[in-house]
């Protein structure tokens, strides 16, 4: 079955044109939308709490301006790079701080080395 953004959708399975959508996937398709707005609203939330916090602790809007443009101009340039076929820094292996073993990578918050056992907090923003 075929599966997609919103998980299987058996209108690309069985139909491969729009006049044949049904009125099921259609409201599957609703309330796809409707959790992913629920998610978004909760993580504006969540931001906007979190940005409180830091101006309690005497950070600014400036502040808050000029890291959003250091970020956007990083990602940007690591974008052109990808492009360009380069190395991205961002490929090199870690090193456990422990052992200084490569890590493996498991895609998960945590990393645990498989020669030491350390276990790392993962970067949660890659």
């Not at 939330?45 to 250091?70: F, N, P, R, V």
């Not at 974008?79 to 990578?105: F, S, Y």
């Amino acid at each position: 079955m075929a599966r997609g953004l919103w998980g299987t959708n058996s209108f690309f399975e069985n139909n491969r044109t729009s006049s044949n959508t049904s009125t099921t996937d259609i409201r599957e398709y609703g309330e796809e939308i409707a959790r992913l707005k629920g998610q978004v609203e909760r993580l504006n939330l969540l931001t906007e709490a979190l940005w409180c916090i830091l101006k309690k602790e005497g950070y600014t809007d400036d502040d808050l301006h000029q890291t959003l443009s250091e970020l956007d101009t990083n990602k940007k340039r690591l974008k052109k790079a990808r492009e360009n076929g380069e190395p991205e820094e961002e490929d090199a292996p870690r090193l456990c701080p422990n052992c200084h073993v490569p890590l493996q990578n498991t895609d998960s918050m945590f990393d645990r080395c498989i020669y030491c056992g350390h276990e790392i907090i993962a970067d949660p923003f890659k």
